[in-house]
């Protein structure tokens, strides 16, 4: 198989994964979070799809990557229903995984690769998909806290999130 056509099924299953995580979490501020991941993963696999086929794209980052605290804004008023998965934490642990594994093979590709305009592809999407990590990374600490914290809240000093 290609590797940008290995690289381009790589970010369609994760606009499906991100979109399906979206509609399970329709009534909450995660959804905003998850639609932005998805239309994240689009733009590329747009941008690969051109690389493949010689045509003209853009390496632009996504506005609203660029501005993580917007995006959560609203985050600290959200309370898991009652009926939410206890394992919810680790489905963002294991899509923080494979991020962390779209930036291991974009790196891989990047060493390899010898043409300058693929290489400018592959540093785009190794920022583009940094951020999603890093995106996932706050969205699992935000939902894994209450899995860790076990301090009684009268004593002690805890972070702020």
Known sequence: MNVLQFALDMELDGERYYRKQAETYADTPLKRVFDTLARGEAKH??????????????????????????????MEDYQPLVKANPAQATLYHEALTLEQKSIDLYTDLRSKATDSQTIEMLDFLIQEETRHA????????????????????????????
Do not use: Q
């Open 45 to 74: 696999a747009d941008i690969i799809r051109g690389r493949m086929g010689d045509t003209a794209y853009e390496l632009k980052a996504s506005e609203l990557l660029a501005d993580r605290k917007n995006l959560f804004s609203g």
């Open 134 to 161: 890093e995106i996932l990374e706050e969205v699992f600490r935000f939902v894994n806290r209450p899995n860790e914290w076990v301090e009684s809240a009268e004593f002690g000093l805890r972070e702020e999130y």
